[in-house]
Every structure is written in C-alpha cells, then in structure tokens.
C-alpha cells in the first residue's frame, strides 16, 4: 500500500491554505457580505472598466457560472452595471458604479493586511520565495494567468 501524507500533498496544503485565506479575509474585512471573488471582480473592473463577462471569466480563473453569480450579486447592491454589448448582444460588459469603487477603494487596505498576516510567520526571503513559487505553478497551468495577474 502506497502511503499517503496530507502534511507532504500540495493540493491538500493548498487547499488548507485557501481555508485560511478565507477566514483571515473574513475577519479582517469590515464589509462582511463581501467575498474574495467578488473582491476579485471589483478590482479587475477597478483598472479595467467595460470588460465583458466571459473575459473576466478567463481573466480571473472564475467559471463561466459562478461569475454570472457573482456579476448578478454585485449588481444587486448597486457595484456594478451591466450592459449588453452594442457590438454584440451576446456579450455582458461590467463596470463599476461610484458605489463600487468606493467600496473596492475603501477595502483594498484591508485585503493588503489579510495578505500580510497570510503571510506573516515566513520571514522576507522566505514570503518572495514563497510569492514567486505560486506565481510560477499558476503561470504553468493557467494560459490566462499573464493576463489577470496585471489586473
């Protein structure tokens, strides 16, 4: 029988991670009805306004599904517009509303301390090493990564 560690499997000890992501933005965050994909989506609107959802899609590695969900949610609160493309009808174009970015501007310190304490028992060679590592098995397995990482 091949022996199985959790400690020693990457997808477990990213999966661990991920979890603790989740926690520390949740305490740390003060907007409690906001979540790290939506986050996501405000701040790739933030630098790139009237972008189409199946991009943003691509962009931020968020399946088709879950960002029409996402998209439908933020709306809801009045963050976000969405519009059918003049071009093309099948297309959604997203952008922010002043709300929106009020909202995105006003957390964006606080998702820096929830990367911060993330990472905070690794001292600073270690925290590069660590950024750079992560940027490298995305940028492997993601063809979009090279565009949302600039988002």
Do not use: W
């Not at 088709?64 to 009808?89: F, K, M, Q, Y």
């Not at 952008?95 to 993330?118: I, K, Q, S, Y």
């Not at 270690?126 to 063809?143: G, K, N, S, Y």
């Amino acid at each position: 029988m091949v022996e199985f560690e959790p400690r020693d499997a990457p997808g477990h000890l990213l999966r661990r991670a991920q979890q603790l992501h989740a926690a520390v933005f949740a305490e740390t965050v003060s907007s409690a009805d906001l979540t790290t994909p939506q986050f996501a989506v405000l701040t790739a609107l933030r630098s790139h306004p009237d972008v189409d959802q199946a991009s943003l899609s691509q962009r931020l590695a968020i399946d088709r599904s879950t960002i029409a969900d996402v998209a439908n949610r933020l709306e809801e609160r009045g963050l976000i517009t969405r519009h059918r493309d003049p071009r093309d009808a099948r297309r959604k174009v997203l952008a922010l509303t002043d709300a929106g970015r009020e909202l995105h501007d006003r957390t964006v310190p606080e998702v820096l301390e929830v990367g911060r304490r993330l990472v905070e028992p690794l001292d600073e060679d270690d925290r590069a090493t660590f950024l750079r590592c992560l940027r490298t098995i995305i940028a492997v397995h993601d063809p979009y990564f090279d565009e949302y990482a600039a988002i």
